[in-house]
């Protein structure tokens, strides 16, 4: 059975620093996993991806320059190093994983991943 459990949010002044953490388990062929929040009221919108195919990365707009998303293979773990945190970063954060098929896809699509974590709440102070 494949899980994919968050860790690592919470409450943090603006400014400051978090690292979510997405532990996989389970067997399966993953082509990538992708970070995605929600905030209060709103859809679940894309944060950043990672491509397992060739270990590209891909970012939102609003959080170039201040997020990295990374994995490590040997903990089969994929992180989201959040810096420069703002209130606007405030929400639920979801990490997602797809599995792998052939052809393109819209990897900033919600519907584009096959598997979510339970997320993690991300609280930002102004």
């Known amino acids: 059975q494949v899980r994919l459990v968050e860790s690592g949010g919470g409450l943090v002044q603006a400014g400051g620093s978090l690292r979510l953490s997405c532990a996989l388990s389970?067997?399966?062929?993953?082509?990538?996993m992708g970070w995605f929040r929600q905030g209060p009221g709103k859809e679940r919108l894309f944060v950043a991806a990672?491509?397992?195919?060739?270990?590209?990365?891909y970012y939102e707009d609003s959080v170039k320059g201040r997020f990295t998303i990374s994995r490590d293979n040997a903990e089969n773990t994929v992180y989201l190093q959040m810096n420069s945190l703002e209130p606007e970063d405030t929400a639920v954060y979801y990490c997602?994983?797809?599995?792998?098929?052939?052809?393109?896809?819209?990897?900033?699509?919600?519907?584009?991943?096959?598997?979510w974590g339970q997320g993690t709440q991300v609280t930002v102070s102004s």
């Open positions: 990672f491509m397992l195919t060739d270990s590209s990365t």
């Open positions: 997602a994983a797809r599995i792998y098929y052939s052809g393109t896809y819209d990897y900033t699509a919600p519907s584009s991943y096959d598997y």
């Open positions: 389970g067997t399966f062929s993953s082509s990538a």
